[in-house]
């Protein structure tokens, strides 16, 4: 079933003392269009509420909402229909053209896309700016749940097998950007550095890294299932890095980054390269919460075992939250040890927005 939005500014009469000509109007324009609907339901008591119907099961539902909004919900049971769609740009420029309709700008708007509902696959997402998307997924190649998350791979088109975790997309096959971006985007001498990443299950950075002649590449992440799921479905991005789980110059542990890292802590061993790539910088109003804590333990934690030139490397957000980037880098500030930081904004293609990547170095 495909669902349309229609929805129209009405002049402040209409929406008051003239509710029954707005229903006639809007009668008058949906049977125009739509003559094998009838009206199964009308009121203009308090609001303007009329459902139409027709034999195939297509609904027109109209109710004037507050601020003198009209907002006309059409379902489609028919799965595409390029006729269906101009019937409905037809009774949106009916709408338009009467006289109860405020113009606020000079150029007709635009009937939106429907709402595809009922399908097999959900194909809508929403981004960490609060925009609604419609992806073009093929299939859904893993949906399973670890002891720690949601492990969900999709199959998209455009961006090929995409990683969602708990419902939030992680990364894709097209995203080398990320990769790029979090790892310093070749501008950094790996050779002989030793690297610990932290998180990685999909093998990305693991691969970028391995053949750059690092000494040794710890990569630590806590979920086995996504490990085993990225070797068969995501082999665009981590290629062969996680066949094995031990190379020449890396090794892959299973376990929780906080653990070795308080062991790393205790033993003073130090690290070249540490590159997070566990979470994104949570969004809030204040920087408290569990989501918090763990953040700022694991920055506490990893600049302990940092050298002191080396050089630490995470994701931050969208560059549309700004508020939650000004509290990370707040907290920044609070370290134990002073730092520097610099800031880079990259456009990760299946996020479809700009994305911000931190470098973070000891300032001594």
Known sequence: MNTYFLEFRIKHEYANEKKTELANVVKTAIQAVFPECTLAYSSTENDVIMLFIDSSGTKLL????????????I??????????????????????????????NAVVENVLPPIKRGRD????????????IERDYEEKVFDNVSPYQHVKIMR??????????????????????????????????YHDKTVLILGGGD???????????????????????????AKIHLRGICFDALDSM?????KVIVDDCVVHLEKYVSEGKKFDFI?????????????????????????????????????????GNSQLQPNALA???????????????????????????NWIFYKIWKDL
Request: aromatic content about 8%; proline content about 4%; hydrophobic content about 35%.
């Open 62 to 73: 109209t109710q004037l909402c507050k601020n003198s909004v009209l907002a006309i919900n």
């Open 75 to 104: 379902d489609h049971h028919v799965v595409e229909s390029a006729a269906f769609t101009a019937k409905v740009e037809e009774l949106n420029k009916h709408i338009q053209e009467s006289p109860c309709y405020v113009n606020l």
């Open 121 to 132: 696959l959900c194909v809508y997402d929403n981004i960490s700016s609060g925009m609604l």
């Open 156 to 189: 998209s088109t455009q961006y090929g097998g995409i990683l969602f975790l708990d419902g939030d997309l992680n990364l894709a096959e097209s995203d080398l950007e990320y990769t790029k971006a979090i790892t310093g985007y070749d501008n950094e001498d």
């Open 203 to 229: 093998g990305g950075i693991l691969h970028h890294l391995r053949d750059r002649g690092p000494k040794m590449i710890t990569m630590i992440d806590i979920d086995q299932m996504v490990i085993d799921a």
């Open 246 to 250: 031990a190379g020449p110059n890396y």
């Open 275 to 315: 590159i997070n790539d566990l979470t994104a910088i949570p969004v809030s109003t204040t920087p408290v919460g569990d989501h918090w804590d763990f953040m700022r333990k694991i920055l506490k934690l990893s600049m302990t075992v940092l050298a002191d030139n080396g050089k630490y490397y995470t994701q």
């Open 327 to 353: 509290m990370y880098e707040q907290q920044l500030r609070k370290l134990g040890c002073p730092v520097k930081f610099e800031k880079k904004i990259v456009c990760v293609p299946s996020y479809l927005e």
